[in-house]
């Protein structure tokens, strides 16, 4: 980056990560909304069953068999708005830790593509490259590789094929061109 100037030229995958960002908020955000529409939408209901209620009490009549008929379908009703609005926070909830991973990885990435600037520029003035960056890099998309694994390992059924993998000990040789002969 010069001057602080950014652009997707530069760094496509950064943009890419600022897309994706946005979508997972702007779904979040829209859930949450719908979420508060439909628990609107059950306190009328409620209160709307109250007041009938309450009339009826005051009226001491017997319901006739369709407002009862009526009333447990609103009941019904309300319950299972209920349990959408439960699902609902659940995957807002979900959403949000997916947001703040995003968000994690993004200001690894800006420090990954800070500590490239800073070893462009060393290049430039000692003419010796610095592989920190590059570590870096390395380093991130591994632990990222990781905990995709560990989330297959986490929904798979035990004992499927995406469970952990066995490994084979390591070789007590050291591994051929490191100088130790044997």
Known sequence: MVGGASSSREDPGRSVL???????????????????????ELRDSLARTTMLEAEMAELCLRPEAVEVTQWRQ???????????????????????????????????LER?????????????????????AGHYLTGSSGRRRNEEEARRRERAPEGSETGPRVMAPPSPRPPEGTGESG
């Open 112 to 132: 990954a593509l800070a500590l490239v600037g800073r070893s462009r520029s060393s290049v430039s003035r000692s003419g010796i490259p610095s592989g920190s």
């Open 18 to 40: 600022e897309v994706q960002l946005a979508a997972a908020v702007a779904r979040a955000e829209d859930a949450l909304a719908q979420v508060r529409e439909w628990e609107a």
């Open 74 to 108: 609103e009941a019904e009703e309300v319950t299972r708005l209920r349990a959408e609005a439960g699902d609902l926070r659940t995957q807002l909830g979900e959403e949000r830790h997916h947001c703040e991973l995003l968000r994690s990885e993004m200001k690894g």
